[in-house]
């Protein structure tokens, strides 16, 4: 009974996205109210057992989902503001001509946004920065919003496992003692085998949206190989914090030298005018020139990186509630740059960056309010001790546990909105539980960072965030019925993978 009840929180917020077709902030408030009710009626939550009680409980659990809130949010208004500024200034319409050249096929040159884009940066930088800058530029590129950010949700998922220089293995590694490279190679395999699902949906996605000529097979093949290959190597033979952020690089170079050669017999020779292009569309993708700069800078120099770190802030209420946050290394300060930047090389005037943020404050907050509802709800859950009880309940399956581990990584980023969050609520679970039922640790514990990943697919509040961004806000669940099947298929594939592993 308790297990049904601690569920009932995530599954009503699903019924009323997917079924009644309530937008995110209503469903995310009607699932906090319940969420709280069962934490203190049924987990005792601010009872006897808590010193802080039922007021301090509840502070504490609005105060971590404010600054939780407040973080995602400082990412996707600089990405948004971006947008509105590229497309004010006229440099989104440049960028597509640039991107057309690639190929004469405008859906290539959405496969590369779409899934080396976004990869690179999860690889670099994380917490939700792939789709809030590649969803705007798909729509652009000539996709219509839906399928933008179902393409963008898709496409970064492989890469999440080792997202912002691989945080959640390195977390995972500290938890559990298992060094990080055998983590690394553990978690890289599931995707190894069963990326090429990701790679299909997305172009499948991107096809049927700007609907010309047969599926490209052919180049979505050499997307998957161009980035599974240099994925599985540096994770296997050099550790946790490259798998994503270097198989995009290598993989996007392999990807467009192969394109070139491939249209190099059909394409005429650049005329004068067209060879002059390049300081144009220089400016115009000064933006994101500039996040690839920073990121490459700020994470990659140990120097800097070291530096930046240094300046931490922390809060904690009641000795169990805290939040903490290295401001000079957010993506918000990187794309807040970037705004800088491309306002500059663009020559922007300043009616263009005052109506580009004024538009990004009107997106922006019917946003705030879904997104802190959702995040109540995981913070309430998981400080209550429901989170804790759905995941006793399936390790109660013995040796068929396997089978459902990926799906507790899955329930840990769905609740939290963060595969790192998922991999410290469960990595204990899943090596305790492994140690009681006599199977191997590693393949268990990848299957978890495997299924945290896939989670960041159907998270509410990734989706409420990526909603915001190419103006889906009341449609979030449109978007989860199209991104919920593919999390699942892949949540299940990766069980029968980690049942098969373990055995």
Not at 30 to 39: E, K, M, N, R, S
Not at 125 to 140: I, K
Not at 166 to 175: A, N
Not at 425 to 452: I, K, R, S, W, Y
């Given at each position: 009974?308790?297990t049904?009840?601690?569920?009932?929180?995530?599954?009503l917020?699903?019924v009323?996205?997917?079924?009644?077709?309530?937008s995110?902030?209503?469903?995310?408030?009607?699932?906090?109210?319940?969420?709280?009710?069962?934490?203190?009626?049924?987990?005792?939550?601010?009872?006897?057992?808590?010193?802080?009680g039922?007021?301090?409980?509840?502070l504490?659990?609005?105060?971590?989902?404010a600054?939780?809130?407040?973080?995602?949010?400082?990412?996707?208004?600089?990405?948004?503001?971006?947008?509105?500024?590229?497309?004010?200034?006229?440099?989104?319409?440049?960028?597509?001509?640039?991107?057309?050249?690639?190929?004469p096929?405008?859906?290539i040159?959405?496969?590369l946004?779409?899934?080396?884009?976004?990869?690179?940066?999860?690889?670099?930088?994380?917490?939700?920065?792939?789709?809030?800058?590649?969803?705007p530029?798909?729509?652009?590129?000539?996709?219509?919003?839906?399928?933008?950010?179902v393409?963008?949700?898709?496409g970064?998922?492989a890469?999440?496992?080792?997202?912002?220089?691989?945080?959640?293995?390195?977390?995972?590694?500290?938890?559990s003692?298992?060094?990080e490279?055998?983590?690394?190679?553990?978690?890289?395999?599931?995707?190894?085998?069963?990326?090429?699902?990701?790679?299909?949906?997305v172009?499948v996605?991107?096809?049927?949206?700007?609907?010309?000529?047969?599926?490209?097979?052919?180049?979505?093949?050499?997307?998957?190989?161009?980035?599974?290959?240099?994925?599985?190597?540096?994770?296997c033979y050099?550790?946790?914090?490259?798998?994503?952020?270097?198989?995009?690089?290598?993989?996007?170079v392999?990807?467009?030298?192969?394109?070139?050669?491939?249209?190099?017999g059909?394409d005429?020779?650049?005329?004068?005018?067209?060879?002059?292009?390049?300081?144009?569309?220089?400016?115009?993708?000064?933006?994101?020139?500039?996040?690839?700069?920073?990121?490459?800078?700020?994470?990659?120099?140990?120097a800097?990186?070291?530096?930046?770190?240094a300046?931490?802030?922390?809060?904690?209420?009641f000795?169990?509630?805290?939040?903490?946050s290295?401001?000079?290394?957010?993506?918000?300060?990187?794309?807040?740059?970037?705004?800088v930047?491309?306002?500059v090389?663009?020559g922007?005037?300043?009616?263009?960056?005052?109506?580009?943020l004024r538009?990004?404050?009107?997106?922006?907050l019917?946003?705030?309010?879904?997104?802190?509802?959702?995040?109540?709800?995981?913070?309430t859950?998981?400080?209550?001790?429901?989170?804790?009880?759905?995941a006793?309940?399936?390790?109660?399956?013995?040796a068929?546990?396997?089978?459902?581990?990926?799906?507790?990584?899955?329930?840990?980023?769905?609740?939290?909105?963060?595969?790192?969050?998922?991999?410290?609520?469960?990595?204990?679970?899943?090596?305790l539980?492994?140690e009681?039922?006599?199977?191997?640790?590693?393949?268990?514990?990848g299957?978890?960072?495997?299924?945290?990943?896939?989670?960041?697919?159907?998270?509410?509040?990734?989706?409420?965030?990526?909603?915001?961004?190419?103006?889906?806000?009341?449609?979030?669940?449109?978007?989860?019925?199209?991104?919920?099947?593919?999390?699942?298929?892949?949540v299940?594939?990766?069980?029968?993978l980690a049942?098969?592993?373990?055995?």
């Amino acid at each position: 009974m308790e297990t049904a009840l601690a569920a009932a929180p995530v599954v009503l917020v699903l019924v009323l996205l997917v079924v009644v077709g309530w937008s995110a902030s209503a469903s995310g408030l009607v699932g906090a109210g319940v969420a709280a009710v069962i934490a203190v009626v049924v987990f005792d939550f601010g009872g006897s057992q808590d010193t802080f009680g039922i007021p301090g409980g509840f502070l504490g659990v609005f105060a971590e989902a404010a600054s939780i809130t407040m973080s995602v949010v400082a990412i996707i208004g600089p990405a948004l503001a971006i947008h509105h500024l590229q497309m004010k200034t006229g440099a989104t319409e440049r960028l597509q001509e640039a991107l057309g050249r690639l190929s004469p096929d405008p859906r290539i040159s959405a496969l590369l946004v779409a899934w080396f884009f976004t990869l690179f940066l999860e690889g670099a930088a994380g917490f939700g920065t792939p789709v809030a800058l590649a969803a705007p530029f798909l729509v652009a590129a000539g996709l219509k919003p839906l399928p933008a950010l179902v393409a963008a949700l898709v496409g970064h998922a492989a890469g999440v496992s080792f997202g912002a220089l691989g945080t959640p293995v390195l977390v995972q590694s500290e938890s559990s003692g298992i060094p990080e490279s055998d983590l690394a190679c553990a978690t890289a395999v599931y995707h190894l085998a069963l990326g090429w699902l990701l790679t299909a949906v997305v172009v499948v996605t991107v096809s049927r949206s700007i609907g010309t000529g047969r599926m490209p097979w052919g180049r979505g093949v050499l997307a998957a190989v161009s980035f599974f290959v240099p994925y599985g190597l540096i994770a296997c033979y050099v550790g946790a914090e490259l798998p994503s952020l270097g198989g995009a690089i290598i993989g996007a170079v392999v990807f467009v030298v192969a394109t070139r050669r491939r249209g190099s017999g059909e394409d005429e020779k650049l005329t004068e005018e067209q060879a002059l292009d390049g300081a144009p569309v220089l400016r115009a993708g000064a933006a994101y020139l500039t996040v690839l700069a920073l990121v490459l800078l700020t994470r990659l120099v140990p120097a800097l990186r070291s530096a930046l770190a240094a300046v931490d802030l922390r809060w904690e209420l009641f000795g169990e509630f805290s939040f903490e946050s290295r401001p000079l290394l957010h993506p918000a300060v990187v794309l807040t740059a970037a705004i800088v930047v491309g306002a500059v090389a663009q020559g922007a005037t300043r009616t263009d960056v005052l109506d580009a943020l004024r538009d990004t404050g009107r997106q922006l907050l019917p946003v705030v309010v879904a997104l802190l509802a959702m995040v109540t709800i995981a913070q309430t859950m998981s400080r209550s001790g429901m989170t804790g009880e759905l995941a006793e309940a399936a390790a109660g399956t013995g040796a068929l546990w396997p089978l459902f581990a990926p799906a507790v990584g899955a329930l840990g980023t769905l609740v939290t909105g963060s595969a790192t969050a998922s991999n410290i609520l469960f990595t204990d679970l899943q090596q305790l539980t492994a140690e009681n039922v006599g199977l191997p640790q590693v393949p268990l514990l990848g299957a978890q960072g495997f299924g945290a990943a896939a989670g960041n697919m159907f998270a509410p509040h990734n989706i409420v965030a990526g909603a915001a961004v190419v103006g889906l806000v009341g449609d979030e669940g449109r978007i989860l019925r199209r991104t919920l099947p593919v999390a699942l298929a892949y949540v299940v594939l990766g069980g029968v993978l980690a049942w098969w592993l373990a055995g």
